[in-house]
Nanobody, 115 residues
Framework: QVQLVESGGGLVQAGGSLRLSCAAS????????MGWYRQAPGKQRDLVAS???????NYADSVKGRFTISRDDAKNTMYLQMNSLKPEDKAGYYC?????????WGQGTQVTVSS
């Protein structure tokens, strides 16, 4: 069993920054890909960024150059540094971990960007 807890969301003005964290606990051996997803009201949950255990990253086109995903396996924590935030970045942000071929999700943290 793996538990994921996100934090760091909040209200920020357009152009501002936030840093999200995803703390993992439980049976976290052999974690493979971890990622951040977001979901706006009435829309599907989409991938924002992902990172493999080897450190390879992948970003949605809409956040390239503005967001940076990272992980600190010693702290069992994944991060999402979000800069130059736009109103369209407003959403619930969720972290996901693939562990032993099973996807675990956190409960999400809300990001609101005011124009």
């Amino acid at each position: 069993q793996v538990q994921l807890v996100e934090s760091g969301g909040g209200l920020v003005q357009a152009g501002g920054s936030l840093r999200l964290s995803c703390a993992a606990s439980g049976s976290i051996f052999n974690r493979d890909v971890m990622g951040w997803y977001r979901q706006a009201p009435g829309k599907q949950r989409d991938l924002v960024a992902s990172i493999t255990s080897g450190g390879s990253t992948n970003y949605a086109d809409s956040v390239k150059g503005r967001f940076t995903i990272s992980r600190d396996d010693a702290k069992n924590t994944m991060y999402l540094q979000m800069n130059s935030l736009k109103p369209e970045d407003k959403a619930g942000y969720y972290c996901k971990a693939l562990v032993n071929a099973y996807n675990y999700w956190g409960q999400g943290t809300q990001v609101t960007v005011s124009s």
